[in-house]
């Protein structure tokens, strides 16, 4: 077991091989195991026949599933490095804002930086100088083994009115739309805030939340469109429920 974990930290990837790793790890982590072509090609802003090129490349290397039309997926190996792929940007983002005081909307593109630079010893250091478990956009930070957690959060939209929730994470795509990000900032939702589904109007019409604490509070308007893309838990809950993603090995154990 040690001699297979060795062999597969001394893999080298270029810059490029660990981008397509993290696009398709936080495919998963929305619970899409498989993506098609044209969607990696949209994420990563590349031609379609780029794509193929790539998961040729890493189907070689043994790290991706792929057939022509079908998509690709994550093999365990791929799985593995992936997650310390991610491992390294989120705790630098964490490392961004808790102990050089940047805004938690612009780190996305410096994290992505780093996270093709960190040494193991580096990104060592980097974590000891932080404590949340998650990046500061809500997502769980993977474990050093390369082991992936998921949570328990749903979109605001899935809420009923009267419930009190708290906000825990924004989905994957809003974490380099500065803009958005902003926008979220100035309302106050944010992950860690607390708020109250106060109405949820009809069809396509906005959500109306109750922001602030007993003494001082707002209602505000969300567009649906937004309101499906921030996740929240239950106000009751404590702590964010984390949940290991089980191996293959582990899955047939259960």
């Given at each position: 077991?040690?001699?297979?974990?060795?062999?597969?930290?001394?893999?080298?990837?270029?810059?490029?091989?660990e981008?397509?790793?993290?696009?398709l790890?936080?495919?998963?982590?929305?619970?899409?195991?498989?993506?098609?072509t044209?969607?990696?090609?949209?994420?990563?802003k590349?031609?379609?026949?780029?794509?193929?090129?790539?998961?040729?490349?890493?189907?070689?290397?043994?790290l991706?599933?792929?057939?022509?039309?079908?998509?690709?997926?994550?093999?365990?190996?791929?799985?593995?490095?992936?997650?310390?792929?991610?491992?390294?940007?989120?705790?630098?983002?964490?490392f961004?804002?808790?102990v050089?005081?940047?805004?938690?909307?612009?780190?996305?593109?410096e994290?992505?930086?780093?996270?093709?630079?960190?040494?193991?010893?580096?990104?060592?250091?980097f974590?000891?100088?932080?404590?949340?478990?998650?990046?500061?956009?809500?997502?769980?930070?993977?474990?050093?083994?390369?082991e992936?957690f998921?949570?328990?959060?749903?979109p605001?939209?899935?809420?009923?009115?009267?419930?009190?929730?708290?906000?825990?994470?924004?989905?994957h795509?809003?974490e380099?739309?500065?803009?958005?990000?902003?926008?979220?900032?100035?309302?106050?939702?944010?992950p860690?805030?607390?708020?109250?589904?106060?109405?949820?109007?009809?069809?396509?019409?906005?959500?109306?939340?109750?922001?602030?604490?007993?003494?001082?509070?707002?209602?505000?308007?969300?567009?649906?469109?937004?309101?499906?893309?921030?996740?929240?838990?239950?106000?009751t809950?404590?702590?964010?429920?984390?949940?290991?993603e089980?191996s293959k090995?582990?899955?047939?154990?259960?």
């Open positions: 077991m040690k001699s297979k974990q060795k062999s597969e930290e001394r893999i080298c990837l270029s810059a490029t091989e981008d397509y790793l993290a696009m790890l936080r495919s998963l982590e929305r619970g899409v195991k498989r993506v098609r044209t969607e990696i090609a949209k994420v990563l590349v031609s379609p026949a780029t794509v193929t090129n790539m998961l040729d490349r890493l189907k070689r290397r043994k991706v599933y792929y057939r022509k039309y079908h998509g690709a997926q994550l093999t365990e190996k791929g799985k593995i490095l992936a997650a310390k792929i991610i491992r390294k940007h989120r705790i630098a983002e964490r961004l804002v808790d050089l005081g940047m805004d938690w909307t612009e780190t996305h593109k994290a992505h930086e780093l996270e093709h630079a960190l040494s193991d010893e580096l990104l060592e250091r974590e000891r100088l932080i404590s949340s478990t998650t990046c500061p956009h809500g997502h769980p930070i993977p474990s050093k083994k390369g992936i998921h949570d328990c959060s749903q605001l939209t899935e809420f009923v009115e009267g419930e009190e929730v708290r906000i825990a994470k924004v989905a795509h809003l380099k739309d500065v803009k958005t990000l902003k926008k979220l900032e100035k309302l106050g939702l944010v860690g805030i607390e708020v109250k589904i106060k109405q949820k109007q009809p069809v396509n019409g906005p959500i109306m939340l109750q922001v602030g604490n007993k003494k001082h509070t707002r209602t505000i308007a969300i567009a649906k469109k937004i309101a499906a893309n921030i996740f929240a838990i239950p106000a809950i404590k702590d964010l429920c984390l949940e290991k089980a090995d582990e899955k047939r154990s259960q």
